[in-house]
C-alpha cells in the first residue's frame, strides 16, 4: 500500500462526501460541503485525506477551538477496513494537532456505535463520562 495522508484539495470534495455518504456519516439536518467549506475557512490543514495510488479511501475532518482538539468524519472505505487507513488518518491529525499546541483531543460516537468505540480504546482514546448538548445556530437546508 502506497498510502499518501494529504490535506484535501477541491477535487477531493466529492470523492469524501461520497466517502461520508457510504460509510453513514452524513445526516439530513449536516450540509457536508458547508462543513467542509466551514473547515477549510478555519483549519485547511486539518481536512486530512487518504490517497492510495490516486483513488480516496479515507478522510478525517479535525479542528482546534483553542481549548481541545475534535476528530469529525473518520471515514475509511468499506472495501479497505482493516488496513490501517483510518488509525493512520487519526495519528496525523493528532500530530498536526499536537504542533498547534493542542493538549486534549475529544470526539462523539453516536450511540450504539460499539465497533467505532472499540477502535479509539485501540488507539488510547477513553471514555469521558460527560453528556453532550447542542443547539442549531445555522440551519443547513
Known amino acids: 500500500m502506497t498510502l499518501?495522508?494529504?490535506a484535501l484539495t477541491d477535487a477531493?470534495?466529492?470523492?469524501?462526501?461520497?466517502l461520508?455518504?457510504?460509510t453513514g456519516l452524513t445526516r439530513p439536518w449536516n450540509d457536508p460541503r458547508a462543513d467542509i467549506r466551514?473547515?477549510?475557512?478555519?483549519?485547511?490543514?486539518?481536512?486530512?485525506v487518504a490517497v492510495d495510488q490516486g483513488t480516496l479511501v479515507g478522510a478525517v475532518m479535525a479542528g482546534y477551538d483553542?481549548?481541545?482538539g475534535w476528530l469529525y468524519y473518520l471515514a475509511s472505505a468499506?472495501?479497505?477496513?482493516?488496513?490501517?487507513?483510518?488509525r493512520r488518518l487519526v495519528h496525523e491529525a493528532e500530530a498536526r494537532l499536537l504542533a498547534l499546541g493542542c493538549p486534549k483531543v475529544m470526539l462523539m460516537v453516536r450511540t450504539g456505535n460499539d465497533e467505532v468505540l472499540a477502535f479509539y480504546d485501540g488507539l488510547g482514546y477513553t471514555r469521558e463520562a460527560?453528556?453532550?448538548t447542542?443547539?442549531?445556530?445555522?440551519?443547513?437546508?
Not at 78 to 86: F, K, L, N, V
Open 38 to 48: 466551514r473547515a477549510r475557512a478555519v483549519w485547511p490543514e486539518l481536512l486530512l
Open 130 to 132: 460527560t453528556s453532550l
Open 66 to 68: 483553542g481549548h481541545r
Open 78 to 86: 468499506p472495501a479497505r477496513r482493516g488496513e490501517g487507513i483510518g
Open 20 to 22: 461520508w455518504h457510504e
Open 134 to 141: 447542542g443547539k442549531r445556530l445555522i440551519p443547513d437546508d
Open 4 to 6: 499518501e495522508i494529504r
Open 12 to 18: 477531493d470534495i466529492e470523492p469524501v462526501i461520497d
